[in-house]
């Protein structure tokens, strides 16, 4: 694994002191939603009887612990960032607990029994984790599973899962540890001995601890969540001697790989969705984000053509975006050069023999729902069509996932623009370069990404600008940045109106795919679901 470049100033995140909630104890049949929790949040869960509890969609937690609980259910949801990336569970009993695309690294059972673990993470993810199991621990499971499809998450606290495979770990009262084999099948053996030194009278001492802690009265806690969102930019110099950096990594590496988000479309004027103004930060205060961007009013941006150019010049091997603005590939990426992994507004499917149509409109324009993802038209075999987005809870598409996945696991360069890495499994990805023989990890952002710390470079800096820079460094100028295909498509496919159609009942949506979460009466109230109105039919981030 390449070292990180220590050589220019770090910008590390705000030393923001954490605080301890509990919640607890619940009355029986009783189901609790946590939300609006922050970095900074040691949250514990106590005295759990026949009740579940939810930490919500796309969160941001310290850590958890979950103490005495039974017959009961505990679920951490799409996407959620866990500061330490661990999770203990202390004396539970017949409890499913699920973790929902959550990049967890640590899960300490002390006393577990007839439990069942949850995973519907990708393979991606699932290498990442390592289960630790202290005490008597018998009876219990690990799932592969998925939401069930068609649930709103906005309608349940608890969600529904079904059962992809299911392993029956061996009971032992010796420390042990259970990681998943290319995350697929799990594998138990041996506890190390510095985990083993680690105890359930550690984990109650380390919450008396941070519950004792005095609160500074002086502190600005407002000003301190907002510095965590505080976009920086590099001076001149740094910034150039960094893109030399990177363009003779390209020149040297075998298989790089580019990740994109939110930020390489912000110069199309599509807003970005965690920035200081991005479209989550707007809703987290009760605003209404400005703008209203039709998708099809957007235009590729000078960064989407240099990305291309970078194909073309056998520079990058392979295109992750998690944009579903269809950007990429109008202006000129091919489908076999990337994957969006989140869909493509242009693109719809039929439900039926899966036939792909790429379309000159917008196709999330028509649809029924967005969990029915039917948009109105009618396949050639007669099947009805539906988008191809992707949003909180749902799987992704497995055949574009697999190949994200082998381009990751494959690269010996990864190069992330303009994305917090919060979202998964896609976060995942970048950093799997660095498991290969001299793999570098290169992040381009405004902001700090929880992946900052294992980076071997990064670049604060506005995406566009960036690669401008870089491609001036390889010496590549004077590629077409005026081809877009949606105009060929307008110009040689039927129009919207010719294709075959049928009745449906249009329904007012009010949430993003992918990005998910409640919103406030008063932002609801102002909502115009047109085009981008808050770009609620858009995965960015």
């Known amino acids: 694994m390449a070292e990180p470049t220590n050589s220019f100033p770090s910008r590390p995140p705000p030393e923001i002191p954490v605080r301890l909630f509990k919640w607890g104890p619940f009355p029986p049949n009783s189901e609790k939603a946590i939300k609006n929790t922050r970095s900074n949040h040691y949250i514990v869960v106590e005295n759990l009887i026949q009740s579940a509890v939810v930490v919500t969609l796309n969160q941001k937690l310290y850590k958890a612990v979950v103490t005495n609980a039974s017959n009961s259910s505990f679920q951490i949801l799409d996407s959620a ?61 690990l799932q592969r599973v998925r939401i069930q499809p068609g649930t709103d998450p906005n309608q349940f606290v608890k969600l529904p899962t079904e059962v992809i495979l299911s392993f029956s770990i061996e009971a032992s009262t010796e420390p042990h540890q259970t990681h998943f084999m290319d995350g697929l099948a799990p594998m138990t053996s041996r506890v190390p001995s510095e985990t083993q030194s680690r105890s359930e009278q550690d984990v109650l001492a380390e919450i008396e601890e941070i519950s004792g802690r005095p609160l500074d009265a002086s502190l600005d806690w407002g000003a301190l969540y907002d510095e965590e969102l505080r976009e920086f930019e590099d001076p001149e110099e740094i910034l150039l001697e960094k893109v030399k950096i990177v363009a003779d990594a390209l020149r040297a590496a075998k298989h790089s790989v580019i990740y994109t988000g939110a930020g390489i479309s912000t110069s199309a004027k599509i807003p970005d969705y965690r920035g200081p103004q991005g479209i989550w930060t707007a809703r987290a205060r009760g605003e209404l984000p400005e703008g209203k961007m039709q998708l099809s009013q957007a235009f590729p941006t000078y960064g989407h053509y240099a990305v291309t150019q970078l194909l073309r010049q056998n520079l990058i091997k392979f295109v992750t975006s998690t944009n579903l603005d269809g950007l990429h590939r109008r202006s000129g990426t091919r489908e076999e050069e990337i994957a969006e992994l989140h869909g493509n507004c242009f693109r719809e499917i039929c439900g039926t023999c899966e036939k792909e149509f790429l379309r000159g409109f917008d196709t999330l324009a028509s649809r029924h729902d967005r969990w029915s993802h039917i948009t109105g038209r009618l396949c050639t075999c007669g099947g009805k069509l539906k988008d191809t987005v992707v949003h909180f809870t749902e799987n992704m598409p497995v055949k574009i996932m697999e190949r994200a996945t082998l381009e990751a696991r494959t690269s010996d360069l990864s190069l992330v623009l303009g994305t917090s890495m919060n979202v998964q499994p896609a976060a995942s990805l970048p950093e799997k370069s660095l498991r290969n023989s001299n793999g570098k990890l290169f992040i381009v952002n405004l902001q700090r990404t929880p992946f900052d710390d294992v980076a071997t470079l990064k670049i604060y800096s506005k995406t566009d600008n960036f690669l401008k820079l870089l491609m001036r460094e390889l010496d590549i100028d004077n590629f077409d940045t005026s081809f877009d295909d949606l105009e060929i498509l307008r110009a040689t496919q039927e129009r919207e109106e010719d294709i075959p159609k049928f009745q449906v009942e249009k329904q007012v949506e009010v949430e993003s795919v992918k990005e998910s979460s409640q919103v406030s009466p008063s932002v609801l109230a102002g909502v115009v679901v047109v085009g981008f109105a808050i770009a609620l039919g858009m995965t960015y981030y």
Do not use: M
């Open 81 to 141: 960032v866990i500061g330490t990336k661990t999770v203990e569970f202390l004396n539970v009993r017949s409890t499913d607990i699920l973790f929902d695309e959550v990049d967890v690294r640590t899960l300490n059972f002390y006393n577990a029994k007839n439990c069942t673990i949850q995973f519907t993470a990708e393979p991606t993810l699932l290498e990442n984790v390592t289960i630790n199991w202290h005490g008597n621990c018998s009876g219990n499971r």
